[in-house]
C-alpha cells in the first residue's frame, strides 16, 4: 500500500515558524511515497511570502503534488 501525506492551506505569512522544523521533521519521519500540498500557499499573496513557501516545499520529501489555491 502506498502513503501519502496531505498538507492543505498553508497561508504562510501568518504561519507560526516554531511548527516548520518539526513538521518538516514528522512529514519525513513517515516516509511517504508521494507529497501531496493543496489549497492556499499564502496569506497575501506578497512575494516574501511565496519565497517561504517555497522554501518550506524544498524541504519536504519528493515527489510532490502542488494544487495552488485562491492566491
Do not use: W, Y
Given at each position: 500500500?502506498?502513503?501519502?501525506?496531505?498538507?492543505?492551506?498553508?497561508h504562510?505569512?501568518?504561519?507560526?515558524?516554531?511548527?516548520?522544523?518539526p513538521?518538516?521533521?514528522?512529514?519525513s519521519?513517515?516516509?511517504?511515497?508521494?507529497?501531496?500540498?493543496?489549497?492556499?500557499?499564502?496569506q497575501?499573496?506578497?512575494s516574501?511570502?511565496?519565497?517561504?513557501?517555497?522554501?518550506f516545499?524544498d524541504?519536504?520529501?519528493?515527489?510532490?503534488?502542488?494544487v495552488p489555491?485562491n492566491?
Amino acid at each position: 500500500m502506498r502513503k501519502l501525506v496531505h498538507l492543505s492551506d498553508l497561508h504562510f505569512g501568518r504561519i507560526d515558524e516554531a511548527i516548520i522544523e518539526p513538521l518538516v521533521a514528522a512529514v519525513s519521519e513517515c516516509a511517504p511515497d508521494v507529497v501531496v500540498v493543496s489549497g492556499d500557499l499564502t496569506q497575501r499573496a506578497r512575494s516574501e511570502q511565496f519565497r517561504e513557501a517555497r522554501k518550506f516545499l524544498d524541504a519536504l520529501p519528493s515527489p510532490q503534488i502542488v494544487v495552488p489555491g485562491n492566491r
